[in-house]
T-cell receptor, first 117, second 118 residues
């Protein structure tokens, strides 16, 4: 089946620094990638949708200048958390979707645990 | 608007007993429904989906789900639970009605923690 990887799996950074999380589709071309944030024992909150070669569409309440998303190729999307603060600590999950057909489901990455100290 | 409700935060069953995790949905068009499972500190794993066709959908690890249009439900079931089934389960509906840049986004329920005790 389709595989999506995320790197790093865990990252600890100091408050005020920026951290980049990569999401890669390993065996398919992802025309659309989604970034989610998950709080402990909570559902996934969609942060933004990115389509290759165009600007990401952010959900209401998500700061686009703080959470920079780049989808420069059909196999790679990056999420950069800028000037991180402790409240940004969370589990970030990406997903990727190949094409736009109705039978196309999303494939999820394993997630990245971000801890801001 | 699309939405999914999982009315139970927690479901506890004994190993070997049947399990049901409930999900109801609200969609403006045709429902495309999914179940995912998440183990601690891991991403979501796809279990099964309903797009069209038979109302009873069979998926991974012995799970199945029944699409009920009149009750707008898509409950996840398994005839005999295993301790290893203990995890967080998410029901989701996909939005294919919006032709814009967010085509195909998933709307998730809040999740149901399944605990199977020996």
């Amino acid at each position: 089946g389709a595989v999506v990887s995320q790197h790093p799996s865990r990252v600890i950074c100091k408050s005020g620094t920026s951290v980049k999380i990569e999401c890669r589709s390993l065996d398919f071309q992802a025309t659309t990638m989604f970034w989610y944030r998950q709080f402990p024992k909570k559902s996934l909150m969609l942060m933004a949708t990115s389509n290759e070669g165009s600007k990401a569409t952010y959900e209401q309440g998500v700061e686009k200048d703080k959470f920079l998303i780049n989808h420069a190729s059909l196999t790679l999307s990056t999420l950069t958390v800028t000037s991180a603060h402790p409240e940004d600590s969370s589990f970030y999950i990406c997903s990727a979707r190949e094409g736009s057909g109705r039978a196309r489901e999303q494939y999820f990455g394993p997630g990245t645990r971000l801890t801001v100290t | 608007a699309q939405s999914v409700a999982q009315p139970e935060d927690q479901v506890n069953v004994a190993e070997g007993n049947p399990l049901t995790v409930k999900c109801t949905y609200s969609v403006s068009g045709n429902p495309y429904l999914f179940w995912y499972v998440q183990y601690p500190n891991r991403g979501l794993q796809f279990l099964l989906k309903y797009i069209t066709g038979d109302n009873l959908v069979k998926g991974s690890y012995g799970f199945e789900a029944e699409f009920n249009k009149s009750q707008t439900s898509f409950h996840l079931k398994k005839p005999s639970a295993l301790v290893s089934d203990s995890a967080l389960y998410f029901c989701a509906v996909r939005d294919d009605s919006n032709r814009g840049s967010t085509l195909g986004r998933l709307y998730f329920g809040r999740g149901t923690q399944l605990t199977v005790w020996p």
